[in-house]
């Protein structure tokens, strides 16, 4: 069935690098893309979103990429900071629709 | 604006016991969800609705129920609960149209609820 997972589930980065994280989709028919953090004891919460009419949309030290020909979107978080800990998950959509779909989940551990 | 909130914040239940899970906004959205969330997985939606007087079924429906006579309520029913029930509900909601292409939703802090 359609699903979308992630590729690690686990992440550790050091204090002020980059952190990727990756996330592959099998619905072809998922036109929208969410990436949301939940921090722990938390419900989720939004950080970015893109179309899939765009390759990249950029926010506050997280850009969002697209590649729609393999069907995988990954989050980049510029400088980590220890407030960055938490769990990443993707998540899609078809525009109008009313369900999304989650990821499993991508934990995200910063080392000071 | 509260948001979403979501009473109880945890609940022990005995295997058997009824109880019903609350979620109120007040963003007036109209379309709310109920997930489920087990130990280091993602979300799983069990129920959803998009206005007063309609919901609908999602990927994990079997022995819960919901309601939804107002926009600001959707609460989540258990009936004789399980220990496979045991997890942490998250409830949503988002706006009918929002911005243009933006359809996020807004989560609760979550029931934690333990079935033994």
């Known amino acids: 069935g359609e699903s979308v997972g992630l590729h690690l589930p686990t992440l550790s980065v050091q204090e002020g690098d980059n952190s990727i994280i990756n996330c592959a989709y099998s619905?072809?028919?998922?036109?929208?893309f969410i990436w949301y953090k939940q921090e722990s004891g938390k419900g989720p919460q939004f950080i970015i979103d893109i179309r899939s009419n765009m390759d990249k949309r950029q926010g506050q030290r997280v850009t969002v990429l697209l590649n729609k020909t393999v069907k995988h979107l990954s989050l980049q978080i510029a400088a980590t900071q220890p407030g960055d800990s938490a769990v990443y998950f993707c998540?899609?959509?078809?525009?109008?629709?009313?369900?999304?779909?989650f990821g499993a989940g991508t934990r995200l551990f910063v080392k000071a | 604006n509260a948001g979403v909130t979501q009473t109880p914040k945890f609940r022990i239940l005995k295997i058997g016991q009824s109880m019903t899970l609350q979620c109120a906004q007040d963003m007036n959205h109209n379309y709310m969800y109920w997930y489920r969330q087990d130990p280091g997985m993602g979300l799983k939606l069990i129920y959803y609705?998009?206005?007063?007087?309609?919901?609908d079924k999602g990927e994990v429906p079997n022995g819960y129920n919901v309601s939804r006579s107002t926009t600001e309520d959707f609460p989540l029913r258990l009936e004789l609960a399980a220990p496979s029930q045991t997890s942490v509900y998250f409830c949503a909601s988002r706006p009918t149209a929002g911005a243009p292409w933006q359809e996020t939703q807004y989560f609760g802090p979550g029931t934690r609820l333990l079935v033994l």
């Open positions: 609705s998009v206005g007063a007087g309609i919901t």
């Open positions: 619905n072809s028919a998922s036109d929208y």
């Open positions: 998540a899609e959509k078809s525009t109008g629709g009313f369900k999304t779909i």
